[in-house]
């Protein structure tokens, strides 16, 4: 996906010489809630479940219950991965990315729109409509944390791992980040899917893996053990 030669990549990482590697990570789909090695299950429906997620958490944050339904996904799974992190103290704004990637793109929220226009004294909501582009994911969780390095977010069929890992790993030799935001976060009606990981530049701490498309499989593999 990045057009870069193997040996422009190779003198890039000799100048950068420092692992990247995953310190947490989040998933959440219809059946469980899993934060690095701990998980519990996702109870009721996508409204009541993510809610009481806020609540469970207590999350002081009131834009949320403004938000559409996916970047309330977004943003709970962005919360749960970066708990504790203290990531603020630790990364100039400029050096923290996020990369997204999703295949439903903003229909759950465009669907919603149309049925609020689709009778004849319809008055549009923009409280709504300002949710039918999947960015917006993206932009609630960089102004809730503050990131103002690299972002975006990536529509496909399915989520491509190795696509993702590429472009952060780039983003991070090239020095554009030191730290990044990245993976799948999709929903339409009640079928919603997220997979954050937080990742990092520098030496390795001891139990953390290296950032990679395997790795990261592993990980998701073992949730399901």
């Keep these: 996906p990045v057009q870069v030669s193997a040996d422009a990549m190779l003198e890039l990482y000799l100048k950068n010489m420092s692992e990247i590697f995953i310190t947490s990570h989040c998933s959440i789909n219809k059946n469980s809630v899993v934060v690095n090695e701990k998980q519990r299950p996702f109870v009721g429906d996508f409204s009541s479940g993510i809610r009481s997620i806020y609540q ?9 219950f403004k938000m559409d339904n996916l970047s309330k996904l977004a943003f709970i799974a962005a919360e749960l991965a970066l708990g504790g992190l203290d990531i603020k103290k630790r990364y100039e704004s400029d050096k923290i990315g996020l990369i997204l990637m999703c295949s439903n793109s903003s229909l759950d929220t465009d669907c919603r729109y149309f049925e609020s226009i ?34 975006t977010v990536f529509i496909n069929d399915q989520c491509d791992w190795k696509f993702i890992s590429e472009i952060v790993q780039f983003l991070m030799i090239t020095s554009k980040i030191d730290a990044c935001l990245c993976g799948w976060c999709d929903l339409f009606l009640e079928d ?24 990261i499989l592993k990980i998701l593999d073992l949730q399901h053990l």
């Design 192 to 215: 919603f899917a997220t997979d954050l990981f937080f990742v990092e530049k520098g030496d390795q701490p001891a139990g953390k893996k290296i950032f990679n498309s395997a790795n």
């Design 56 to 64: 469970y958490e207590s999350i002081k944050y009131p834009k949320f």
């Design 118 to 151: 689709s009778n004849e004294n319809y008055y549009p909501s923009p409280g709504i409509f300002v949710y039918t582009l999947p960015n917006l994911m993206a932009g609630e969780i960089c102004i809730r944390h503050n990131f103002k390095g690299e972002n």
